[in-house]
């Protein structure tokens, strides 16, 4: 009977001390956010994460204005593809932009080289941006009315997924941390107002 209840008691005080240790380290984390904004040495503790949040959302709000237009790889592995017309030409042809976002790695660019060139449409721009061990893949291309607008921009979405797939099924990709897995995501391209200077990366 006794070694039951010193055993409990036991429990109890390392369930204590690792509780105290819990509550230190979120204080030093608290006494951290309390040193890089100003002005919230009096707040309570519910304030200060409020204005870290707050300050947190202007931060991403800032990086937002300061990268618009310029091409910026994000985390998240994605295919965009969307179609508009070209005014130029009275509308009598169209253009696709497409985008693919994923790890840098030399053998995409290989598949993604080969899946472009297997289009039925001229590359008429291309571009790539890196940032860290991410990349951004931007193509416009070019075509007719006539051939069909909506099945040429499912093809482009089909080929550039392709690419993606390939690199998932990969021996390489698989041996990653499953969390990569999670940042998958196909959508569409949502189009900028704004223009940049594109070339060939190939």
């Known amino acids: 009977m006794g070694n039951h209840a010193d055993k409990a008691l036991i429990a109890l ?3 204590s001390e690792a509780e105290r240790r819990r509550r230190e380290r979120i204080n030093a984390h608290l006494s951290t956010l309390r040193t890089l904004i100003p002005g919230t040495n009096k707040m309570d503790k519910a304030a200060l994460l409020g204005e870290v949040i707050n300050q947190v959302k202007e931060l991403r709000r800032s990086v937002t204005e300061a990268t ?3 091409l910026v790889p994000t985390d998240i592995d994605e295919v965009k593809v969307e179609e508009h017309e070209d005014h130029l030409n009275d509308g009598t042809s169209f253009s696709i932009r497409a985008s693919l976002c994923c790890d840098f790695k030399h053998e995409i660019l290989s598949d ?3 899946a472009v060139e297997a289009l039925p449409l001229k590359a008429v721009r291309a571009e790539i941006a890196t940032l860290g061990s991410r990349m951004l893949n931007v193509f416009v291309f070019s075509g007719e009315d006539g051939e069909g607008g909506q099945i040429l921009v499912n093809s482009v979405r089909e080929a550039l997924r392709s690419v993606l797939d390939k690199f998932y099924a990969s021996e390489e990709f698989s041996s990653r941390n499953a969390m990569a897995s999670k940042r998958r995501r196909v959508s569409f391209f949502c189009p900028s107002d704004s ?5 060939d990366i190939w």
């Open 13 to 15: 005080r390392n369930h």
């Open 68 to 70: 618009n237009g310029t």
């Open 112 to 114: 993604l080289r080969q």
């Open 195 to 199: 223009s940049s200077s594109l070339g």
